[in-house]
């Protein structure tokens, strides 16, 4: 059975740091690309950062960049968002996905919120 679980979210006043895990189980991690997604009420979701198989590879899309960082622990079958400097305009519900080409071998975690406020 296929699982990803996301975890450390909560709440933070501004300029905090957080940094947010997902556990995946059930479908060949070492060899998935992985990345994080994040929906601000209201908005569609959007990606945020992504890993490749190679942990070198990495991307960082819009306000992600230069504050965030993402990583992964293969034996430990977990990837790692580390958001710094936290903007209330990055309160959203955080979500992981392991990317696939073929569609139907996309993943997506349950989401865990982040609120960033005084």
């Known amino acids: 059975q296929v699982q990803l679980v996301e975890s450390g979210g909560g709440l933070v006043p501004p300029g905090s740091s957080l940094t947010l895990s997902c556990v995946g189980s059930g479908f060949s991690f070492n060899s998935s690309t992985m990345a994080w997604y994040r929906q601000i009420s209201g908005k569609e979701r959007e990606l945020v950062a992504f890993?490749?198989?190679?942990?070198?590879?990495?991307n960082y899309y819009g306000s992600a960049k230069g504050r965030f960082h993402i990583s992964r622990d293969n034996p430990k079958k977990t990837v790692y968002l580390q958001m710094n400097s936290l903007k209330p305009e990055d309160t959203a519900v955080y979500y992981c996905k392991r990317h696939h080409s073929d569609p139907s071998l996309q993943y997506w975690g349950q989401g865990t919120q982040v609120t960033v406020s005084s």
């Open positions: 890993i490749g198989s190679d942990p070198d590879f990495t």
